[in-house]
């Protein structure tokens, strides 16, 4: 027996209501791994989780598990569900949290109808999704499963120069428990498109099979401070122009490929940045993404050599700090198959697809049978807070995520 319907009251208030909490001065949703923002998220989910009457587990990167075990549970390995709570900068509501506490909603609902689960059902709110303060991304996830030893990212200094196990001690969100304690039998994870596809098409549910590979680099250029006003054009090694001409090359060379390759350079700082002096350094990001590991890999060879070329060109010195490589990674089937089910089951439409953006179940399928679930962005818009999913589709998602879960906590 298991339920039919999720309480939609019950997770579109908390979303909102967990949507309004790290709001800086400005009134922009602001929730940065180990920021007291972050704790604050974290206060109220878990305040949650406990009011469902849950075990709650925190690890010692801070990933935080509500977990329902009924007595007479065979299997530890539970079924697990979850994303992330920590936000980019002037972030939407949706992003992360709306996978959290589906997972948190599937379970209260199971729970309240009498459902008897053959194993353990957990939720997670994994650390440091994002990676905007500390890099990188997928952090908590990583740390998890094995990618990233847990001592080496609570050393991670972070863009602000606070050390993030420093961080979590101070928020008390530093938890006892050793990464990786516990092994999912499967995973799925809920979670907005933050792309055109699904609205642009009319379909409410993404069956995601797949998810692309992600390239992150840090590059500091450095030429000669000097007057702007005196230095002739021919005398220059300005930072600033080296900087700029690789942001041209990366877009010109992303969008003459008709492979999918996606190139982003979102953060750039000029030293001394100073109106009229010649930048002498310039630091800024690489983000490059595409579903094949072996054109991502030839895109990060042609930027090396291109940096090569300029760094002549312009008489200027560049160094590369790699941050974050992921490779494309390929969900279960059978998860995809029940989603699709599921979906026929509603009566709703769903399309397989490929997830453009980085997500927890990117790292978790590497450890046991994963699986995502999207549901429809407005206008494809995400990392903003014009971010949006109608209440329709949201409880749809969650619904779904529901049937799936149902279906594999009761093998
Ligand atoms: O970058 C990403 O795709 C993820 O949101 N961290
Ligand atoms: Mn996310
Ligand atoms: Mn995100
Ligand atoms: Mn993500």
């Keep these: 027996m298991t339920a039919r319907s999720i309480n939609a009251e019950r997770l579109l208030g908390r979303l909102h209501a967990l949507g309004q ?12 791994a180990g920021s007291d923002a972050d704790k604050a998220g974290r206060d109220v989910v878990v305040a949650w989780i406990r009011a469902a009457g849950l075990d709650v587990a925190i690890d010692r990167i801070g990933n935080i598990f509500g977990i329902w075990r009924t007595a007479d549970i065979a299997d530890e390995a539970p079924v697990l569900l979850g994303s992330h709570i920590d936000t980019v900068i002037n972030a939407g509501i949706y992003d992360g949290c709306y996978g959290v506490l589906s997972g948190l909603e599937v379970i209260e609902t199971l729970k309240a109808s009498g459902y008897a ?17 500390y890099a990188p991304d997928m952090m908590g996830s990583l740390v998890h499963v094995g990618g990233l030893p847990v001592e080496e990212a609570l050393t991670t200094v972070g863009t602000d120069g606070t050390v993030l196990g420093i961080e979590l001690e101070r928020i008390g969100y530093a938890g006892a428990k050793k990464p990786g304690f516990l092994k999912p039998h499967a995973y799925i994870e809920l979670h907005i498109e933050q792309g055109p596809v699904l609205e642009r098409e009319g379909i409410p549910i993404g069956a995601v099979e797949n998810l692309q590979g992600i390239s992150w680099q840090r590059i500091t250029v450095d030429g000669d401070a000097n007057h702007a006003g005196t230095t002739p054009m021919s005398m220059r090694r300005d930072a600033g122009h080296a900087a700029a001409r690789v942001i041209t090359f990366l877009r010109d060379r992303a969008q003459a490929s008709n492979a999918p390759t996606v190139a982003t350079v979102g953060c750039m700082s000029f030293e001394p940045n100073a109106i009229n002096v010649i930048p002498s350094r310039a630091t800024f990001t690489v983000d490059l993404r595409d579903p094949d590991e072996g054109r991502l890999r030839a895109e990060e060879v042609a930027l090396a050599a291109y940096l090569k070329d300029l760094a002549a060109a312009e008489e200027v010195t560049i160094s590369v700090e790699r941050l974050a490589r992921f490779e494309p990674v390929t969900f279960d089937s059978s998860i995809v198959e029940l989603v699709e089910e599921a979906a026929r089951r509603r009566g709703l439409t769903s399309k397989r697809m490929t997830s453009g953006a980085g997500h927890d179940a990117q790292m978790i399928a590497r450890i046991a049978p994963s699986a995502m679930i999207f549901v429809p962005s407005f206008g494809g818009i ?4 014009r971010e949006h999913t109608t209440d329709i589709d949201l409880v749809a998602g969650a619904n779904i ?3 799936v879960v149902s279906h594999l906590a009761a093998q």
């Design 382 to 385: 995400s990392h903003n807070p």
């Design 117 to 133: 689960p053959a194993r353990a059902i957990a939720v997670a709110a994994f650390t440091n999704e994002e990676g905007v303060r």
């Design 401 to 403: 995520l529901l049937d």
């Design 21 to 32: 909490i790290g709001r800086d001065g400005d009134g922009r949703l602001v929730r940065l």
